[in-house]
């Protein structure tokens, strides 16, 4: 099992950035896609970016593309997500997530692990 605990997340201006983190314990790091979702209120939880078992490869929404940068360190057992140009429909709580079998172009339905979220609020 994997055990995930985000952090990072605030209150920021639009045009502002943050950068989120997922501290991974538990079976071995580098075995797992990481991936990062968020879900506002009243929406379903989307997708935003995922990262290869040797970030070789990485995954973007649309949406995100551009703006924010995943990255992982397997030393350090973390994931990590630079948000920037944020944009108050960015508001969401962001979760991590670990995927042991799947790729990084996985379906939500392929992570099998996840994190309690951290919230993230832009402010116009």
């Known amino acids: 099992q994997v055990q995930l605990v985000e952090s990072g997340g605030g209150l920021v201006q639009a045009g502002g950035s943050l950068r989120l983190s997922c501290a991974a314990s538990g079976r071995a790091f580098g075995d797992y896609v990481m991936g990062w979702f968020r879900q506002a209120p009243g929406k379903e939880r989307e997708f935003i970016a995922a990262?290869?078992?040797?970030?070789?490869?990485?995954n973007y929404a649309d949406s995100v593309k551009g703006r924010f940068t995943i990255s992982r360190d397997n030393n350090k057992n973390t994931v990590y997500l630079q948000t920037s140009s944020l944009k108050p429909e960015d508001t969401a709580v962001y979760y991590c997530?670990?995927?042991?079998?799947?790729?990084?172009?996985?379906?939500?339905?392929?992570?099998?692990?996840w994190g309690q979220g951290t919230q993230v609020t832009v402010s116009s």
């Open positions: 997530a670990a995927n042991r079998w799947d790729s990084v172009y996985a379906p939500r339905t392929a992570y099998n692990y």
């Open positions: 990262i290869g078992r040797s970030a070789s490869i990485t």
